[in-house]
Structures are given as C-alpha cells and as structure tokens.
T-cell receptor, first 117, second 112 residues
Framework: DTGVSQNPRHKITKRGQNVTFRCDPI?????LYWYRQTLGQGPEFLTY????????KSRLLSDRFSAERPKGSFSTLEIQRTEQGDSAMYLC???????????????FGPGTRLTVL | SQQGEEDPQALSIQEGENATMNCSYK?????LQWYRQNSGRGLVHLIL?????REKHSGRLRVTLDTSKKSSSLLITASRAADTASYFC????????????FGTGTRLTIIP
C-alpha cells in the first residue's frame, strides 16, 4: 500500500458548478478525515468518518458540502454551487487505532487543489 | 479556528545550522504532533509527544513540551536543503485523539 491517495490533484471550475473529490485511505485504516487549507494557513478540520459513519462535522462544512464514505473504504467530498471562497487545498487523512483504542498520527494524502473562477 | 501559533512565521538559515520553531496552544492536550509540508503537497507526520513526556528525539529532530506553559518546540539539527518546508504543530481537539487542530505554521528555508 502506497499511502493515502486523492483524485483529482487539481480541479479548476467555474463558480456555480459542482465538484467531487475522492480519497482512498490506507487500507487498514478505519478513520478518515477531510481538512481544508487556504494559502498561508494550517489545515482546518471539516469532517471525519469512522468506518462508514460520519461522526463529526465542522461548522465550516456548509449545506453545499457533503461527504460520504460508503462501505467504509474510499470517501467522496462534494461541493455544490461552488463559490470563489471555496478555492483551497482539500486534504484527506486516515488513521487507525493502536492497542487500547487510542488514535495517534494521521497519514495525509497529497491533496486536491480547487480553483473556482 | 487555529489552536496553535507557531513562532517564527518564517525562518531562513544556512545549511548545517540548527533550526528552532516554537508552538503555543490553548487547551489541555494529551499529545502534540509536528508535521512537515513541502510546497503544495500533503503533510508528513514527523513526531508525536505525549503530555507526560518532556522531550523526545527522532533522528535530527528534538521536540520539547511544556504543558504548564502550553508550548512546544521543534529543533532540527544540522539542517539540510531538503528540510526546506512549512512545519505545523497540531493537537487533538479533545481527549479522543480525533480531529487535529493545526497552528499557522513556520516556513523554513535552508540556504545552501
């Protein structure tokens, strides 16, 4: 397994269009996270899944954003009616519990850079 | 919102010198993590230090944690050009070790 993969790596779209990103986590990892990073800032949490269950969503995740993880494997993040303010790097990460159920480091994918014109 | 603040925001040093970055955070934590990000790429986990640890080493990296001051430092010794990157500290937002809250990052440039 080569790590977390994300597709596409770059996406340019016009304002008002819908976009969908995909994340494939490390195969044995049951937790999957989405973050958004704007230029010059650290990543900001959007949402995370444990298996197929979406356990938490940030208030950054407006109604135009939806994430799914069917079957607890890959995940998709869809943005409807994109706005210029949605332009950012969207990062996916995965993790697995160690003994005692504690989660530690997260493994990040290369990100999808979205540009909304 | 950003949990931590890294200091300095940018740092340029000569190759071979040591680089020190600091991070301050706001809430109680049970661990603190440091990540590296090369320009336009994803993040790479460097090191995790638990709240009951004061210092941890990994290769050329040394991390300290002072929970009384809510601060951590990352020292990179004998810097190399390949160390040029942004460095972020991150903390779990609750004791469940779930979502990470990142600082604003330190942009490190190593001058050959």
């Amino acid at each position: 397994d080569t790590g977390v993969s994300q597709n596409p790596r770059h996406k340019i779209t016009k304002r008002g269009q819908n976009v969908t990103f995909r994340c494939d986590p490390i195969s044995e990892h049951n937790r999957l996270y989405w973050y958004r990073q704007t230029l010059g800032q650290g990543p900001e949490f959007l949402t995370y899944f444990q298996n197929e269950a979406q356990l938490e969503k940030s208030r950054l995740l407006s109604d135009r954003f939806s994430a799914e993880r069917p079957k607890g494997s890959f995940s998709t993040l869809e943005i409807q009616r994109t706005e210029q303010g949605d332009s950012a790097m969207y990062l996916c990460a995965s993790s697995s519990p160690r003994t005692s159920g504690v989660y530690n480091e997260q493994f990040f994918g290369p990100g999808t850079r979205l540009t909304v014109l | 919102s950003q949990q931590g603040e890294e200091d300095p925001q940018a740092l340029s040093i000569q190759e071979g010198e040591n680089a020190t970055m600091n991070c301050s955070y706001k809430t109680s934590i049970n661990n603190l993590q440091w990540y590296r990000q090369n320009s336009g790429r994803g993040l790479v986990h460097l090191i995790l230090i638990r709240s009951n640890e004061r210092e941890k080493h990994s290769g050329r990296l040394r991390v300290t944690l002072d929970t009384s001051k809510k601060s951590s430092s990352l020292l990179i010794t004998a810097s190399r050009a390949a160390d040029t990157a942004s460095y972020f500290c991150a903390t779990p937002s609750n004791f469940g070790n779930e979502k990470l809250t990142f600082g604003t990052g330190t942009r490190l440039t190593i001058i050959p």
